[in-house]
């Protein structure tokens, strides 16, 4: 196996609760800073969805000692920082570079920010986000975004069912009240992971986190997520949302299991099969020999408890059933057909120059050590390149043959009525029930 760079990983539990994880490089001249935190709609209800992307958004807008976003960013600016922020479905994370030297004042500023964030200036940000918002739907209210389409398909009745932003609607009722709640439940110092990637002493970092951090206080346990009730519409096979685009997209899915699930692993070497570099099975077959399309992908997508494999692309409208039809002949070839030899090295080979990548930038491996903490599932580098390349090739098969009757697909754009019915008798061959079988796709 490849030697990987060294990075001492080290970890300290500071008496409230808060972790904090760094991993050492020396010779770095800058630092990288994460804090992540559970979050997202897997931790909302129906009263609170949403909420975790607008007090991320809102945390920018001051604190008790910083008045108002400028007086934020400038502090950040003074150690050399870039301060971001991103919500996912199950956690939120907030991070910035930093000078070697300027740790210290980088975990003070983030302990500010979220320990005590002055949540002013709602209106005003409310604004930014309803723009944001206006991203993911077409001028008549209707839904464009697919990722979220396939959530919704896949995971209806489940919490991973629930968009990352919620509606306008939900988004314009938000109340300052509500927000003061939200962050009193959500943001107690034992549900923190702060990670410091770079050339620092773990020891030195610890003390900082202990004098910035270590003074915020535990909190209460977090609150327990709660699913969207379950509807029969959003389950169907097929969902078509016309809109005018010039293309149609795709998304052709199928559910997996979550990271906690042994065959999480399994299911990352199927993605990158897939589409891992421009010699895997999508680019080759499906670009360069078939030139059916400028750009098609395939992705996993893990959770805890789920997970979602997604194979995409865009193409004339009436050349969709075709990129269907190729898309769906990649999941059967790999359910009839073991991977061969050369091919799993290959994907252990691009793995392990990934995992070399992320040992080597401060940003990936900050986020990685501490999202590892965060969930439970320490980021061993080592372990994890032995687990991808202890998956076989008739596990690859078994899992891809067991998963096809779960197939969904999602469309965006004005396919005509008769190719859809067509893909979706494609799809119905592919989950290998009756293609005669009646059950009218959705359209919204």
């Given at each position: 196996?490849?030697?990987?760079?060294?990075?001492?990983?080290?970890?300290?539990?500071?008496?409230?609760?808060?972790?904090?994880?760094?991993?050492?490089?020396?010779?770095?001249?800058?630092?990288?800073?994460?804090?992540?935190?559970?979050?997202?709609?897997?931790?909302?209800?129906?009263?609170?969805?949403?909420?975790?992307?607008?007090?991320?958004?809102?945390?920018?807008?001051?604190?008790?000692?910083?008045?108002?976003?400028?007086?934020?960013?400038?502090?950040?600016?003074?150690?050399?920082?870039?301060?971001?922020?991103?919500?996912?479905?199950?956690?939120?994370?907030?991070?910035?570079?930093?000078?070697?030297?300027?740790?210290?004042?980088?975990?003070?500023?983030?302990?500010?920010?979220?320990?005590?964030?002055?949540?002013?200036?709602?209106?005003?940000?409310?604004?930014?986000?309803?723009?944001?918002?206006?991203?993911?739907?077409?001028?008549?209210?209707?839904?464009?975004d697919?990722?979220?389409?396939?959530?919704?398909?896949?995971?209806?009745?489940?919490?991973?069912?629930?968009?990352?932003?919620?509606t306008?609607?939900?988004?314009?009722?938000?109340?300052?009240?509500?927000?003061?709640?939200?962050?009193?439940?959500?943001?107690?110092?034992?549900?923190?992971?702060?990670?410091?990637?770079?050339?620092?002493?773990?020891?030195?970092?610890?003390?900082?986190?202990?004098?910035?951090?270590?003074?915020?206080?535990?909190?209460?346990?977090?609150?327990?997520?709660?699913?969207?009730?379950?509807?029969?519409?959003?389950?169907?096979?097929?969902?078509?949302?016309?809109?005018?685009?010039?293309?149609?997209?795709?998304?052709?899915?199928?559910?997996?299991?979550?990271?906690?699930?042994?065959?999480?692993?399994?299911?990352?070497?199927?993605?990158?099969?897939?589409?891992?570099?421009?010699?895997?099975?999508?680019?080759h077959?499906?670009?360069d020999?078939?030139?059916?399309?400028?750009?098609?992908?395939?992705?996993?997508?893990?959770?805890?408890e789920?997970?979602?494999?997604?194979?995409?692309?865009?193409?004339?409208?009436?050349?969709?059933?075709?990129?269907?039809?190729?898309?769906?002949?990649?999941?059967?070839?790999?359910?009839?057909?073991?991977?061969?030899?050369?091919?799993?090295?290959?994907?252990?080979?691009?793995?392990?120059?990934?995992?070399?990548?992320?040992?080597?930038?401060?940003?990936?491996?900050?986020?990685?050590?501490?999202?590892?903490?965060?969930?439970?599932?320490?980021?061993?580098?080592?372990?994890q390149?032995?687990?991808?390349?202890?998956?076989?090739?008739?596990?690859?098969?078994?899992?891809?043959?067991?998963?096809?009757?779960?197939?969904?697909?999602?469309?965006?754009?004005?396919?005509?009525?008769?190719?859809?019915?067509?893909?979706?008798?494609?799809?119905?061959?592919?989950?290998?029930?009756?293609?005669?079988?009646?059950?009218?796709p959705v359209?919204?």
């Amino acid at each position: 196996m490849t030697r990987l760079p060294r990075a001492r990983i080290r970890e300290t539990r500071l008496a409230n609760g808060t972790a904090v994880v760094t991993a050492a490089m020396p010779g770095h001249a800058r630092c990288h800073l994460y804090v992540q935190l559970r979050g997202g709609p897997v931790h909302e209800d129906d009263h609170t969805w949403g909420l975790s992307h607008v007090v991320e958004h809102m945390v920018f807008r001051g604190t008790a000692e910083l008045a108002d976003a400028r007086a934020v960013s400038l502090a950040a600016d003074d150690f050399g920082g870039d301060l971001g922020a991103a919500t996912y479905r199950d956690r939120v994370t907030f991070d910035t570079r930093c000078d070697a030297d300027r740790v210290d004042d980088a975990l003070a500023l983030l302990a500010r920010m979220l320990g005590h964030p002055r949540l002013q200036g709602l209106a005003t940000e409310l604004g930014v986000i309803e723009e944001e918002l206006a991203e993911l739907y077409d001028d008549n209210g209707v839904e464009i975004d697919l990722d979220n389409v396939v959530f919704r398909q896949l995971f209806t009745g489940h919490r991973l069912a629930r968009t990352i932003e919620a509606t306008p609607r939900h988004v314009r009722r938000v109340t300052r009240a509500a927000l003061r709640m939200f962050h009193a439940a959500h943001y107690g110092a034992r549900h923190f992971v702060v990670s410091v990637a770079g050339d620092v002493d773990h020891d030195a970092v610890a003390a900082a986190a202990r004098r910035t951090f270590g003074r915020l206080p535990a909190g209460p346990a977090l609150p327990t997520g709660v699913a969207p009730r379950a509807t029969a519409t959003e389950a169907q096979p097929v969902w078509v949302t016309r809109t005018d685009d010039a293309q149609t997209s795709l998304r052709l899915c199928l559910p997996i299991p979550g990271f906690r699930d042994d065959a999480a692993t399994v299911w990352s070497v199927v993605g990158r099969l897939l589409d891992d570099g421009p010699a895997s099975r999508l680019q080759h077959e499906v670009i360069d020999r078939g030139g059916l399309a400028y750009a098609v992908w395939a992705m996993v997508d893990f959770y805890e408890e789920r997970g979602v494999l997604e194979l995409g692309g865009q193409v004339r409208h009436d050349r969709f059933v075709i990129l269907v039809d190729a898309l769906a002949s990649q999941l059967e070839r790999l359910a009839r057909r073991a991977p061969s030899a050369d091919e799993l090295e290959r994907v252990v080979a691009r793995y392990t120059r990934d995992v070399r990548d992320t040992l080597d930038d401060p940003a990936s491996l900050a986020e990685a050590i501490g999202k590892g903490v965060l969930f439970g599932r320490p980021f061993q580098p080592t372990q994890q390149i032995a687990n991808v390349a202890g998956v076989g090739g008739s596990a690859v098969r078994d899992a891809v043959r067991a998963a096809l009757p779960q197939a969904r697909l999602a469309l965006l754009g004005l396919p005509a009525a008769r190719d859809v019915a067509r893909a979706q008798r494609r799809l119905q061959g592919l989950q290998g029930r009756d293609a005669g079988r009646k059950s009218a796709p959705v359209r919204r």
